[in-house]
């Protein structure tokens, strides 16, 4: 088992035929991933490299079953994307773009809980369930299927967090970048209860960083969960007021600093790994079993 992408996905990309998406649909489906189709508006009754194109989601819905969407559209194309999508009955949208308009992944994130949809990102790697298929950038060649899950805001520092895991002989179950925005499609808390519930999760790794208060309103959840959660959280030298890496990586006035989330998912019951090289010592002192 595994959360939001599964051997039951039938998956749409959307923006595949450009340059970059065209490359990625190619490395998607070599690690298995069941792309079924592909939606371009103007580009209908062409393919990517043997994949049908359509011109609208509905019709690819209709005609193949699709469950889920992975986006390579332009910034200002993409809440038109995602909404056509949501529309359409897609229930897993996972949006790559960055530098999307905050407004709209708000007006993207409301239609998603509306319909009952689970949006990841933007500004995000995506999501890979190892063996069966990933949504998104991840190099699968780096990933071996387990019982560790993973969330990340940093898609660089997930796969490293992924890497440590790995070398030490554990596996993932799912990794799901949510992104790095100030505003993003699906919080931690969501994903935790996903893998609360998943029978093939044994423990939780989150990878946090400085900035905002996701990591504070996860650990309200984290307090209540059967399953051990480690987490590290980057940018501890990080100067007051100045963005570093993601938008929404920035300390204003003392709140989002390293220290602050630290405590309180600390109290939360969280076990806290002072380097991300520390992730998997910290799971194997855990009395399950994390292969």
Partial sequence: MSIYLNKSTRAIIQGGTGKIGRVQAKWMRECGTNLVAGVTPGKGKTDIDGL??????????????????????????TKEAVLESIDAGIKLVVAIPEHVPI?????????AKAKG????????PGIITPEVGKLGIMPANLFKAGRIGLISR???LSYEAAGH??????????LIGIGGDPVIGTDIETILEEFEKDLETDAVVLVGEIGGSAEEQAAHFISRMKKPVVVYIAGKSAPEGRTLG??????????????????VLSKAGARIAPAISDIPSILKTLSIICQ
């Fill in 246 to 263: 993601h938008a929404g990586a920035i300390i204003r006035k003392g709140t989002g600093a390293v220290n602050s989330k630290i405590q």
């Fill in 154 to 156: 940093s898609g660089t």
């Fill in 103 to 111: 407004h709209d992944t708000m007006e993207m994130r409301r239609a």
């Fill in 117 to 124: 949809a689970v949006l990841l990102g933007p500004n995000c």
């Fill in 52 to 77: 049908p194109v359509y011109d609208c989601v509905f019709e690819a819905v209709e005609k193949h079953e699709a469950n889920a969407a992975v986006l390579f559209t332009p910034a200002h194309f």
């Fill in 165 to 174: 895991v790995i070398m030490e002989g554990m596996g993932i179950s799912t």
